[in-house]
């Protein structure tokens, strides 16, 4: 059974930093491309970030320079570092197996559970 579980999650003041973590299980996790998508309250999915099977990453322009995407194949994890943080950055943060090309977020069932960023003074 396809799992991916998220943590790392929680409160942190404006310009500080954060790491969230994705742990996978049931698949060949080496196989995949993941990403990340996030999702504000009464607002739509938004792509994150990508890192391909071959470990090239991309980043959305409202992260770029500030997130970090990585990925331990041995540990089946995806990793998501994530500095000055910015009020606008509050979202529930998924990780998602990537099904379409790499930056097409994908039907939420391919997506995680969540994990709750929230960036508040």
């Given at each position: 059974?396809?799992?991916?579980?998220?943590?790392?999650?929680g409160?942190?003041?404006?310009g500080?930093s954060l790491s969230?973590?994705?742990a996978?299980?049931g698949?060949l996790f080496s196989?995949?491309?993941m990403?990340w998508?996030?999702?504000?309250?009464?607002?739509g999915?938004?792509?994150?970030?990508?890192?391909?099977?071959?470990?090239?990453t991309?980043?959305?322009d409202?992260v770029?320079?500030?997130?970090t995407?990585?990925?331990?194949?041995a540990?089946?994890?995806?990793?998501l570092?994530?500095?000055?943080?910015k009020?606008?950055?509050t979202a529930?943060?998924?990780?998602?197996?990537?099904?379409?090309d790499l930056?097409?977020?994908?039907?939420?069932?391919?997506?995680?559970?969540g994990?709750?960023?929230?960036?508040?003074?």
């Open positions: 059974q396809v799992q991916l579980v998220e943590s790392g999650g409160m942190v003041q404006p500080k969230l973590s994705c996978a299980s698949f196989n995949w491309h990403m998508v996030r999702q504000a309250p009464g607002k999915p938004e792509w994150v970030s990508t890192i391909s099977l071959g470990g090239n991309y980043y959305s409202s770029k320079g500030r997130f995407i990585t990925r331990d194949n540990k089946n994890a995806l990793y570092q994530m500095s000055d943080l009020a606008e950055d529930l943060y998924y990780c998602a197996r990537i099904v379409g930056f097409t977020v994908p039907r939420r069932i391919f997506w995680g559970h994990t709750q960023v929230t960036v508040s003074s």
